[in-house]
T-cell receptor
Framework: AQKVTQAQTEISVVEKEDVTLDCVYE???????LFWYKQPPSGELVFLIR??????QNEISGRYSWNFQKSTSSFNFTITASQVVDSAVYFC???????????FGTGTRLTVIP | NAGVTQTPKFQVLKTGQSMTLQCAQD?????MSWYRQDPGMGLRLIHY???????DQGEVPNGYNVSRSTTEDFPLRLLSAAPSQTSVYFC??????????????FGQGTRLTVV
């Protein structure tokens, strides 16, 4: 069975603070892919990152970084020096060949206060 | 290159009416899927397709039908609308790469209200 848990329903931070969004997943597949998406107030879904299960290197893209830990089945997302434009709902998602489709967590709503 | 196009953007239906949400992609992707988004529940998969002529049920398929006669189109049919189907619907497409699933490309969404 595939499952993605985002325990943080809502987070508020003050601008320029760092914030980490947690994602814990469950899968029986040995090969799988993890994703993060952003949904700003306008409603579209914006792809942020795709990571396969064999690549445990952390990734950094500007103010965004991702920490993948297979041992704890977690794929956490950190925003450094948050900005108001980061206010959005963030979704973690999992794809594995067993189910052959994309499972989403329930999302974390991030509010950055100026 | 339009990507994934969903129509309509907004729709109000009366209980019991039927309608079709349209989804088209011009990227020659083999995977297409429909999700619904409800507050606090994330995106839940309704139906998906791994190629023309092949469809399968997702997590919440009841009350919906799909077909995939071409690679480009994947319409979602509501057979007899119910208030519980009030939601935002997203269509997505993707393709296989490196033995797995690439990022999903999403349409802009359809906000459906059933009264």
């Amino acid at each position: 069975a595939q499952k993605v848990t985002q325990a943080q329903t809502e987070i508020s931070v003050v601008e320029k603070e760092d914030v980490t969004l947690d994602c814990v997943y469950e899968t029986r597949d040995t090969t799988y892919y993890l994703f993060w998406y952003k949904q700003p107030p306008s409603g579209e879904l914006v792809f942020l990152i795709r990571r396969n299960s064999f690549d445990e290197q952390n990734e950094i893209s500007g103010r965004y970084s991702w920490n993948f830990q297979k041992s704890t089945s977690s794929f956490n997302f950190t925003i450094t020096a948050s900005q108001v434009v980061d206010s959005a709902v963030y979704f973690c998602a999992l794809w594995g060949p067993g189910a052959n489709n994309l499972f989403f967590g329930t999302g974390t709503r991030l509010t950055v206060i100026p | 290159n339009a990507g994934v196009t969903q129509t309509p953007k907004f729709q109000v239906l009366k209980t019991g009416q039927s309608m079709t949400l349209q989804c088209a992609q011009d990227m020659n992707h083999e995977y297409m899927s429909w999700y619904r988004q409800d507050p606090g529940m994330g995106l839940r998969l309704i139906h998906y397709s791994v190629g023309a002529g092949i469809t399968d049920q997702g997590e919440v398929p009841n009350g919906y039908n799909v077909s995939r006669s071409t690679t480009e189109d994947f319409p979602l049919r509501l057979l007899s609308a119910a208030p519980s189907q009030t939601s935002v619907y997203f269509c997505a497409s993707s393709y296989s790469r490196d033995g797995g699933y690439t990022e999903a490309f999403f349409g802009q969404g359809t906000r459906l209200t059933v009264v």
